[in-house]
C-alpha cells in the first residue's frame, strides 16, 4: 500500500525571529521553521497503516531548500520511507490555492497512491485549506476530522470515524472507496490491537530513526520544470489572496525589572515568602 503524507514548515515562535518582506509576505528561508505540529497526526496515521497493511509512506513538503530539515525531523519522530522537497523560486509566496496546484501535481508524478494524509490545520495561516484543495486536485474522495480508521486494501476501501463539524461530543463513522484523501484531527489515536503490530511498530521507527541519519540519500527535490509547471498558476502569480495587514508577532521585553534578595537577609526574605504564598495554594 502505498501512502503519501503531506508535511509544511511552520515558524518556530519559541525563537521569536519571525521575518516578512515589505508586501507582508513571510519570509520563510530566513525564519527558523520546525515541523507543523498537527502533520504528526498524520504521519501517526501513516505509520499506522504501513504496521497493518505494508508498503511504503512517502512524506512530502513544499518550500525552500531549508526544508530538508522539516522532511528530516518526520521521519526522525515518526515514520518516513522516502522523502520529497517541492522546492522553486517560482513557488515563493503561494497561497493555499497555488499551493495546492502544486502538491496535487507531485503526487500526481509519483504515481497512484492509495491513501494521502494530510493534518488538520497549520500553526501559522490557520486555514485548513490545503488539503481538501489538493484533495480537489487529486480528484479522490476526502475524510476529514478523522480519529480512528482502518484499511481493507481487499476490498478498496476506508472506515473511518470522525468528529462530526469538529465536535469531540458526536463521532460518525464513513467509508469512502481507495484512492482516498484523509485528514487526521489532532484527537486521532493509532491502535495497535497485537503484539505483532506493535513490535512492527517498534522496528520501524527504530529503522527510520536510524534512516534519519542520512535522510538526504532517500530525498529527491522537484521545480517547476521537473514537474512541468507554468510558472503563471503557482507561487505568488498563482495566488488569488491578497494579503491586506500582517499583524506583528509581539516580542518580550528584552530587558525586564527584577528585585534582587539576598538569601541570608531574613527580613527580606520573609516578606517574598508572604508575597508568593497565595501562588503556591493556587490563588
Not at 15 to 42: C, I, K, Q, W, Y
Not at 96 to 122: D, M, R
Not at 159 to 166: D, F, I, Q, S, T
Request: charged share 30%.
Amino acid at each position: 500500500m502505498h501512502t503519501v503524507v503531506l508535511t509544511k514548515g511552520v515558524p518556530d515562535f519559541r525563537e521569536g525571529m519571525v521575518s516578512f518582506d515589505e508586501d507582508g509576505h513571510l519570509e520563510r528561508g530566513n525564519t527558523p521553521t520546525t515541523m507543523n505540529p498537527n502533520d504528526e497526526h498524520a504521519l501517526r496515521a501513516a505509520l499506522q497503516t504501513r504496521v497493518r497493511h505494508g508498503g511504503q509512506v512517502d512524506v512530502m513538503s513544499m518550500g525552500p531548500p531549508g526544508y530538508k530539515d522539516v522532511l528530516r525531523e518526520a521521519m526522525e519522530s515518526v515514520y518516513a520511507d522516502d522523502l520529497y522537497l517541492i522546492s522553486d523560486k517560482q513557488f515563493a509566496a503561494a497561497d493555499t490555492w497555488a499551493t495546492a496546484i502544486t502538491l496535487a501535481t507531485a503526487i500526481q508524478h509519483l504515481g497512484e497512491p492509495s491513501l494521502v494524509f494530510a493534518g488538520f490545520k497549520t500553526a501559522d495561516g490557520e486555514t485548513g485549506h490545503t488539503g481538501p484543495q489538493t484533495c480537489w486536485g487529486l480528484d479522490m474522495p476526502i475524510i476529514t476530522h478523522v480519529i480512528a480508521l482502518d484499511v481493507d486494501p481487499e476490498a478498496k476501501r476506508v472506515r473511518a470515524k470522525r468528529l462530526v463539524e469538529g465536535d469531540v461530543s458526536e463521532i460518525e463513522t464513513v467509508e469512502a472507496p481507495l484512492p482516498a484523501f484523509i485528514v487526521a484531527d489532532p484527537e486521532f489515536e493509532p491502535s495497535y490491537r497485537t503484539a505483532r503490530h506493535r513490535l512492527e511498530r517498534k522496528r520501524l521507527r527504530a529503522e527510520a530513526r536510524e534512516r534519519a541519519g542520512s535522510f538526504e540519500d532517500q530525498l529527491t527535490m522537484w521545480d517547476h520544470e521537473e514537474l512541468n509547471l507554468d510558472p503563471d498558476y503557482v507561487g505568488l502569480d498563482g495566488s488569488p489572496t491578497i494579503v491586506s495587514s500582517v499583524d506583528p508577532i509581539p516580542k518580550a521585553p528584552s530587558e525586564r525589572e527584577a528585585t534582587v534578595v539576598d538569601p541570608e537577609d531574613a527580613d527580606a526574605m520573609a516578606g517574598l515568602v508572604d508575597e508568593l504564598a497565595p501562588y503556591a495554594g493556587g490563588d
